[in-house]
């Protein structure tokens, strides 16, 4: 006759506490007539009698803490690192955390202990993830294209082909314009001229008044003379502003190959495109920007930020894109600042690279980053003083209309 289930728990019962005290011979004997007394499954059995529960399944258990490996003392260190990059992902941040350590334990920025230093420096790029995912939430802007083509030279300048340039090579550049306007595309704005190096990574910026193709071509003058390798190559959008006979009869007297994207392909820009969010947004957000003073601030910002970016901004060109049916499998390389790149790359000479080096051991990141944050608040304060003023200009609201008087 089968036993009932509560016959079968008070048998279990039984019979565990005696199972779990046996040596293997017993323990096979009672298992035996456990099996023939329940008519459960022989290995169903043994593990019900061992964990003593009918069900089978396994007691909840104290689980044991893990030894925590990165303290206080390694998150403190690593969040500092983190804010003075401004905020890198994991992958980025692993990459440069060893030569950080070494670049500000010399600008007597951080003073690390031995263990606190060989725990950074081998720390992986998911647990620095994990690690700030608390700090990343609390720190989590879109904008509108202004660009008005110039058609009165497209003909002139060849839309760009993979086959025109040779991107394994520092010199080959994008360029594109960002506007300031706040969401108010009216009168003129400030626009900054953003320069890519689509090998190195090496990113210029500069703030001009307006779109007007004077301060834009001075602009690009301006950039070119200051890169620490020579034009190759221009391409740009199809915007007025650089599709002109300025820049054309330049880039000829130059001999710089001068190429424009497809119409309404911001992926032919791609590099640059991603700079204009990556550098600019995330330094001077989508404000309005017009007056005189705020021009002045964003340059003067934007010659600390040039060096901050260069030199100590890590960056991951992609390598390959393998299509898998539906999915695409894209790989990076190893990330790398633009200065390391420049460094490594075996078209820029000698002279330049030891330039390049002299500047950056000059350098102090952490000094960088406060003198950026420093003039962002100025060219806060600048707009919020711009709006106050408006506001106290705007006449008030005529109200006679909105009331009737009752005759």
């Known amino acids: 006759m089968a036993l009932t289930m509560t016959q079968r728990k008070a048998v279990t019962k039984e019979v565990a506490r005696r199972y779990r005290r046996a040596d293997k011979k017993e323990k096979a004997m009672m298992l035996d007539e456990f099996v023939a007394t329940t008519g459960y499954n022989r290995s169903y059995g043994a593990r019900v009698l061992r964990q003593g529960a009918l069900d089978g399944r396994r007691k909840p258990s104290k689980t044991r803490a893990r030894p925590r490996i990165y303290d206080e003392a390694v998150l403190k260190a690593l969040m500092k690192i983190w804010a003075i990059l401004d905020m890198p992902c994991g992958k980025r941040l692993a990459a440069v955390i060893p030569e950080m350590i070494d670049k500000l334990e010399s600008c007597a920025e951080i003073l690390l202990d031995r263990p606190t230093k060989e725990k950074l420096q081998k720390i992986s790029a998911p647990t620095i993830d994990r690690l700030l995912e608390k700090e990343r939430r609390k720190v989590r802007l879109k904008g509108r294209s202004g660009t008005k083509p110039g058609s009165l030279l497209k003909h002139q300048i060849p839309i760009r082909t993979f086959a025109d340039w040779n991107e394994e090579q520092p010199g080959f550049v994008e360029i594109d314009l960002v506007g300031h306007e706040g969401g108010n595309p009216s009168g003129d704005f400030c626009q900054t001229l953003d320069v890519t190096d689509v090998c190195s990574g090496w990113t210029e910026t500069r ?20 890169l620490p390798f020579p034009i190759i190559g221009i391409d740009s959008d199809n915007g007025s502003e650089f599709i002109n006979a300025h820049l054309v009869r330049f880039c000829e007297d130059q001999k710089i190959t001068f190429t424009r994207s497809r119409p309404s392909r911001k992926n032919d820009n791609c590099f640059v495109e991603q700079k204009n969010y990556s550098v600019v947004r995330k330094t001077v957000g989508y404000m309005r920007h017009d007056t005189e003073d705020e021009l002045l601030v964003l340059n003067a910002l934007y010659g600390y930020l040039r060096l901050y970016t260069n030199f100590f901004q890590p960056n991951m060109r992609l390598v390959e894109k393998i299509r898998i049916g539906s999915k695409v499998k894209k790989r990076y ?51 919020i003083n711009k709006q106050n003023m408006i506001r106290k200009e705007e006449p008030p609201p005529d109200l006679s209309s909105t009331f009737s008087v009752r005759q």
């Not at 703030?207 to 200051?226: H, R």
């Open 207 to 226: 703030a001009v008044k307006n779109k007007a193709q004077k301060w834009v071509f001075e602009a690009i003058e301006d950039v070119i003379a200051v």
């Open 333 to 383: 390389d190893f990330p790398r600042t633009p200065f390391r790149r420049l460094l490594e790359s075996r078209d820029i000479n000698q002279e330049a690279k030891a330039d390049l080096l002299a500047a950056y051991n000059a350098l102090n990141p952490a000094e960088l980053k406060r003198r950026i944050i420093k003039l962002q608040d100025k060219l806060f304060k600048l707009h």
